[in-house]
């Protein structure tokens, strides 16, 4: 189920952007270049949920300007939840991709801009066919000046053309505590596109 989820979330139309440009396609091997590596003190953290993971992931891994991600869960019940916790225990949490970046290649606002274009935020507690509240659309915030950030731009998407009857039902909210994922589910995409060339 979810990889269907992801297949429809992968063809989804992405907004342009500015700064941040995407990283060429990947090579004969199903891998995209390297994440650039830039000095820790300029990193920021940036975290996203919209339905499964494994497809946000990948899409944000694609931008010229973030450093590193990561899947996990966040904003639940119980500590150090695993897969089956959140999707069959009810513990609470939201399937989130945690994204470290430069901003000085890429602004925040590209990256929530991003977020809206891949997801539908009009789907309460799922994407597609993958319902639950772990699938629900959520920005969590590093900052007040994210939240204001994203704040704004989930106002201007709910006056686009695309939202003319639906209400966008994202939460924005502070950060609090993330779970990594187990290792499965990290760049599961790229994983797979590895396995399929070997």
């Known amino acids: 189920m979810k990889l269907i989820t ?3 979330i992968l063809l989804f139309p992405i907004l342009g952007h500015g700064s941040g440009s995407y990283l060429s396609g990947p090579d004969s091997l199903g891998r995209y270049n390297k994440l650039q ?3 820790a003190k300029k990193l920021v953290k940036a975290t996203f949920g919209g339905g499964c993971f494994w497809g946000i992931e990948e899409k944000f891994r694609q931008i010229d300007g973030v450093s590193a991600t ?3 869960y966040i904003d639940g019940k119980t500590k150090n939840p695993s897969y ?4 069959y225990k009810n513990s609470g949490h939201a399937e989130v991709v945690e994204v470290t970046y430069n901003p000085e290649r890429v ?3 590209e990256l929530v801009k991003l977020f809206f274009a891949i997801h539908d935020a009009s789907q309460l507690n799922r994407q597609g066919p993958d319902v639950g509240v772990q699938y629900r659309s959520a920005i969590y915030t590093h900052g007040d000046k994210q939240q204001s950030t994203a704040s704004k731009i989930k106002a201007r998407i709910q006056k686009n053309s695309r939202y003319k009857n ?3 039902v994202t939460e924005i909210k ?3 505590k993330f779970y990594p994922a187990e290792t499965y589910h990290q760049q599961y ?3 797979k596109r590895r396995a399929l060339h070997q």
Not at 84 to 87: E, G, H, I, L, Q
């Open 37 to 39: 590596s830039f000095p």
């Open 84 to 87: 089956k916790d959140v999707s």
């Open 107 to 109: 602004k925040y606002d």
């Open 6 to 8: 992801m297949t429809l």
């Open 166 to 168: 639906k209400k966008i």
């Open 174 to 176: 502070g950060a609090v």
């Open 189 to 191: 995409f790229e994983k």
């Open 70 to 72: 990561r899947v996990g």
